[in-house]
């Protein structure tokens, strides 16, 4: 007896498909641990396509593809490159509404340099 079909009968379900080649491996494989999603038809696929058509629409053409405060994110992956984007916009959230309005329109004082 060969070493996959020793482990197939042991409940192995990474090999089931040398003994039932009749199924697709990963769905019998996904049938062993109980997940069978696609049973359900097509349940999800009008979300799924109304958020691809959105990513579309907002530029996304690929993953993973970043947002900071609605403006697409081009710099680097690294966690150097996101945080020179993202630690800015959260200084100015934590500022609260209409910082930078109020940073523009404030005149500034001797005391504030």
Partial sequence: MSGHVAVSREGDG???DRLHPEAPAP???ARGVGFEPWERGNEHSER???QRRAGERAGVGGTPTFSVNGMR???SYDLAGL???VGP???RAAA????AL???CEPRREEDG
Wanted: charged share 30%; aromatic share 12%.
């Fill in 73 to 75: 994110y081009e710099g």
């Fill in 27 to 29: 769905t019998r494989y």
């Fill in 89 to 91: 916009a959260l200084e």
């Fill in 102 to 104: 109020r940073d523009r």
């Fill in 83 to 85: 945080s020179g984007a």
């Fill in 96 to 99: 609260g509404p209409g910082a």
């Fill in 48 to 50: 799924v396509t109304a």
């Fill in 14 to 16: 990474r090999f089931a």
